[in-house]
């Protein structure tokens, strides 16, 4: 079993709609979670973390968590051609050392006009 | 804040030869550093983690013989392939964290490494 499982996609949302990425993962002491967003042959950007159970929201971006399900899920509203990317999934887990990080293969997003 | 650069960003080389990647923290002393490798269409597989002052802890399946770092201040780490194959190609990336205690991991804009 992979310990960072995202949909690897694409998927396709209309301009302005809701784009919704998931992401389940298997250490159920992990602690910390991340969405990075990568574009083709450039290096992940940190869109979001979050540490505890329930929403954050940052700008058009909500970052959703719920441990007890090992589940953590990214919304962006009023998606964007420019929201089009690769979405990285990333988990902190509890036994894996210091700061390490186990990404998740992505999920890639194509907004279309 | 928290600017990682890398360099080269690319690099062409023949096998059996050394390459040496740097990866600096520009605005910020980087206590603890990360090496990725990500291959075309996947994800990103850490490699190494590089504490300042200290050995590189390896993952496993990954050759410290092979892949050398070093990092040897608060602001620098480097990756050296050694004798590398054409199946070292890849896109190397490092990370590194802005403050102790913080996992939020930032990283630099990679190389990509061609080996002929």
Redesign the interface.
């Given at each position: 079993q992979k310990e960072v499982e995202q949909n690897s996609g694409p998927l396709s949302v209309p301009e302005g709609a809701i784009a919704s990425l998931n992401c389940t993962y298997s250490d159920r002491g992990s602690q910390s979670f991340f969405w990075y967003r990568q574009y083709s042959g450039k290096s992940p950007e940190l869109i979001m973390s979050i540490y505890s159970n329930g929403d954050k929201e940052d700008g058009r971006f909500t970052a959703q968590l719920n441990k007890a399900s090992q589940y953590v899920s990214l919304l962006i509203r009023d998606s964007q051609p420019s929201d089009s990317a690769t979405y990285l999934c990333a988990v902190s887990p509890f036994s894996g050392g210091y700061n390490k990080l186990i990404f998740g293969a992505g999920t890639r997003l194509a907004v279309h006009p | 804040g928290a600017v990682v650069s890398q360099h080269p960003s690319w690099v062409i080389c023949k096998s059996g030869t050394s390459v040496k990647i740097e990866c600096r923290s520009l605005d910020f002393q980087a206590t603890?550093m990360?090496w990725y490798r990500q291959f075309p269409k996947?994800?990103?597989?850490?490699m190494a983690?590089s504490n300042e002052g200290s050995k590189a802890?390896y993952e496993q399946g990954v050759e410290k013989d092979k892949f050398l770092i070093n990092h040897a201040s608060l602001t620098l780490s480097t990756l050296t392939v050694t004798s590398a194959h054409p199946e070292d190609s890849s896109f190397y990336?490092c990370s590194a964290?802005l403050q102790r205690g913080v996992?939020?991991?930032?990283?630099?804009?990679?190389t990509r490494l061609t080996v002929l």
């Open positions: - | 603890t990360f996947q994800s990103l597989m850490l983690t802890t990336i964290i996992n939020e991991q930032f990283f630099g804009p990679g």
